[in-house]
């Protein structure tokens, strides 16, 4: 990509100014071609100048980014990459949404590496539909209601990116600065976030437990544990090995649920025979 046609939507001039000397110094093929201060101007602005990259402040004058978000949603009128800043005071919520849909934030007062990091990810692939997609993913996450069927985007190599459902997440593995997702029907994806990443996201919400410093499974995908093993074992009669502390606090959550340890395991036969 050439000139990266961009708008700041901040409601706070200092913070925008530091922000635009940020990019002009770190960044010389972005190009701000406007600025505002609220989501009424910012979304003006947008369909007018249809740039390729807009900075949105979460907190603006009387409203947030993600209201601006949901007015140009609705418009059909987001066909540019984004990246959030966020103040003091953001909430866990909406900095977790922001993650579910793989999309960026950099918080204030920013950093000129991390505006630049920031930048060049927002800016590897132009792919408007995909960005509409995150959009959906993170509004839906926004709501506060238990979604249906949840999603959440992996940022894959090369700048692509994939949608996944939960549900449909059997496992993640750590490999140094990178994740390995592994899916239902054998297929398996290389996440470009660290582990920690989508596990902070993962536990907080749905049913994923760590049972390893670098393994972290989806708990409704567990047929059976093994504790003179420390294995657990999946739907899909894949067994994956435990560290001690990790395997102790995943035996305490089913330590009311006999029928997933291993028959030939002596706490079952106890079980068994105290359930009589």
Same mark, same amino acid.
């Given at each position: 990509?050439?000139?990266?046609?961009?708008?700041?939507?901040?409601?706070?001039?200092?913070?925008?100014?530091?922000?635009?000397?940020?990019?002009?110094?770190?960044?010389?093929?972005?190009?701000?071609?406007?600025?505002?201060?609220?989501?009424?101007?910012? #979304?003006?602005?947008?369909?007018?100048?249809?740039?390729?990259?807009?900075?949105?402040?979460?907190?603006?004058?009387?409203?947030?980014?993600?209201?601006?978000? $949901?007015?140009?949603?609705?418009?059909?009128?987001?066909?540019?990459?984004?990246? %959030?800043?966020?103040?003091?005071?953001? *909430?866990?919520?909406?900095?977790?949404?922001?993650?579910?849909?793989?999309?960026? @934030?950099?918080?204030?007062?920013?950093?000129?590496?991390?505006?630049?990091?920031?930048?060049? *990810?927002?800016?590897?692939?132009?792919?408007?539909?995909?960005?509409?997609?995150?959009?959906?993913?993170? &509004?839906?996450? &926004?709501?506060?209601?238990?979604?249906?069927?949840?999603?959440?985007?992996?940022? &894959? =190599?090369?700048?692509?990116?994939?949608?996944?459902?939960?549900?449909?997440?059997?496992?993640?593995?750590?490999?140094?600065?990178?994740?390995?997702?592994?899916?239902?029907?054998?297929?398996?994806?290389?996440?470009?976030?660290?582990?920690?990443?989508?596990?902070?996201?993962?536990?907080?919400?749905?049913?994923? %437990?760590?049972?390893?410093?670098?393994?972290? #499974?989806?708990?409704?995908?567990?047929?059976?544990?093994?504790?003179?093993?420390?294995?657990?074992?999946?739907?899909?009669?894949?067994?994956?090995?435990?560290?001690?502390?990790? %395997?102790?606090?995943?035996?305490?959550? @089913?330590?009311?649920?006999?029928?997933? @340890?291993?028959?030939?395991? =002596?706490?079952?036969?106890?079980?068994? $025979? %105290?359930?009589?």
């Amino acid at each position: 990509m050439g000139q990266i046609r961009t708008i700041i939507v901040e409601d706070v001039p200092k913070d925008r100014e530091l922000l635009q000397a940020i990019l002009a110094e770190e960044c010389p093929n972005v190009n701000v071609v406007g600025s505002a201060g609220n989501a009424e101007e910012g #979304v003006k602005l947008i369909k007018q100048l249809r740039p390729d990259l807009v900075f949105i402040d979460i907190q603006l004058e009387r409203s947030t980014g993600f209201d601006m978000l $949901r007015m140009l949603k609705d418009e059909n009128a987001i066909n540019f990459e984004m990246i %959030f800043v966020t103040g003091f005071g953001t *909430n866990e919520n909406e900095t977790r949404a922001i993650d579910y849909s793989a999309l960026d @934030f950099i918080h204030k007062p920013p950093t000129p590496s991390a505006v630049a990091r920031a930048v060049q *990810n927002a800016t590897r692939l132009h792919d408007a539909k995909m960005y509409q997609t995150q959009i959906a993913t993170l &509004l839906a996450h &926004l709501q506060g209601a238990a979604i249906a069927d949840p999603e959440i985007i992996f940022d &894959l =190599p090369k700048g692509q990116k994939e949608v996944v459902k939960v549900k449909d997440i059997l496992y993640l593995e750590a490999d140094g600065a990178i994740t390995h997702v592994y899916l239902r029907n054998e297929r398996k994806l290389t996440a470009m976030k660290n582990l920690g990443h989508y596990s902070k996201m993962l536990m907080a919400e749905y049913d994923f %437990f760590p049972i390893h410093n670098n393994t972290v #499974v989806n708990k409704r995908e567990v047929k059976r544990i093994n504790s003179r093993e420390s294995t657990v074992t999946l739907q899909n009669g894949k067994t994956l090995i435990c560290s001690r502390r990790g %395997f102790e606090g995943f035996k305490s959550v @089913f330590g009311t649920n006999r029928n997933v @340890f291993d028959s030939e395991n =002596p706490l079952a036969k106890l079980w068994k $025979r %105290f359930s009589r």
